[in-house]
T-cell receptor
Framework: EAGVAQSPRYKIIEKRQSVAFWCNPISGHATLYWYQQILGQGPKLLIQFQNNGVVDDSQLPKDRFSAERLKGVDSTLKIQPAKLEDSAVYLC???????????FGPGTRLTVT | AQKITQTQPGMFVQEKEAVTLDCTYDTSDPSYGLFWYKQPSSGEMIFLIYQGSYDQQNATEGRYSLNFQKARKSANLVISASQLGDSAMYFCAMRERSGGSNYKLTFGKGTLLTVNP
């Protein structure tokens, strides 16, 4: 069974530029999550989708971050414009349903200079 | 207050010995769940073990077991017969209901385990 796929694996941008990350969850998983993991900390949930609807985006900085999950499968997370403090690893995860074990992708390491 | 507390920033263990990684939690949700994840240097989070708040017995998965003490609100991970490949960051996470039928996962800050040969 294929795992969660993410791209790109690494991205370096300058502040005020925009960037987008892509995630393809495990087939059949209804719930998709985007986390931000700053160096030395645990992952922090940014947004959670159930199929193609948002169920939790309370910690998403909506002035600069946006995410969508069209057709309830793939998802993209965008940052525009990026700030230095956005440097982190962005992890995508999926699960069969909300509340059960989540399976994570390899992450995208973003460096904002 | 911290929802998940991991008090050990780093731990060292000799190969083939057992090690316990601490985790305490705080929640008002009666139907919470506790997870442990491993994050090697490659960055991917790997699910290890799960314990539900109503589970009567401690969860076990191979060399991993969860020492669940509900009254103390602790869910420590025990790794038996440590291997060099166990060297990684370990995160404790708690699942709580966040509205309707939706659940949210909150992670601790992690413990860096180093297994010495």
């Amino acid at each position: 069974e294929a795992g969660v796929a993410q791209s790109p694996r690494y991205k370096i941008i300058e502040k005020r530029q925009s960037v987008a990350f892509w995630c393809n969850p495990i087939s059949g998983h209804a719930t998709l999550y985007w986390y931000q993991q700053i160096l030395g900390q645990g992952p922090k949930l940014l947004i959670q989708f159930q199929n193609n609807g948002v169920v939790d985006d309370s910690q998403l900085p909506k002035d600069r971050f946006s995410a969508e999950r069209l057709k309830g499968v793939d998802s993209t997370l965008k940052i525009q414009p990026a700030k230095l403090e956005d440097s982190a690893v962005y992890l995508c995860a999926s699960s069969l349903d909300s509340g059960v074990e989540q399976y994570f992708g390899p992450g995208t390491r973003l460096t904002v200079t | 207050a911290q929802k998940i507390t991991q008090t050990q920033p780093g731990m060292f263990v000799q190969e083939k010995e057992a090690v316990t990684l601490d985790c305490t939690y705080d929640t008002s949700d009666p139907s919470y769940g506790l997870f442990w994840y491993k994050q090697p240097s490659s960055g991917e989070m790997i699910f290890l073990i799960y314990q539900g708040s109503y589970d009567q017995q401690n969860a076990t998965e191979g060399r991993y077991s969860l020492n669940f003490q509900k009254a103390r609100k602790s869910a420590n991970l025990v790794i038996s017969a440590s291997q060099l490949g166990d060297s990684a960051m370990y995160f404790c996470a708690m699942r709580e209901r966040s509205g309707g039928s939706n659940y949210k996962l909150t992670f601790g800050k992690g413990t860096l385990l180093t297994v010495n040969p």
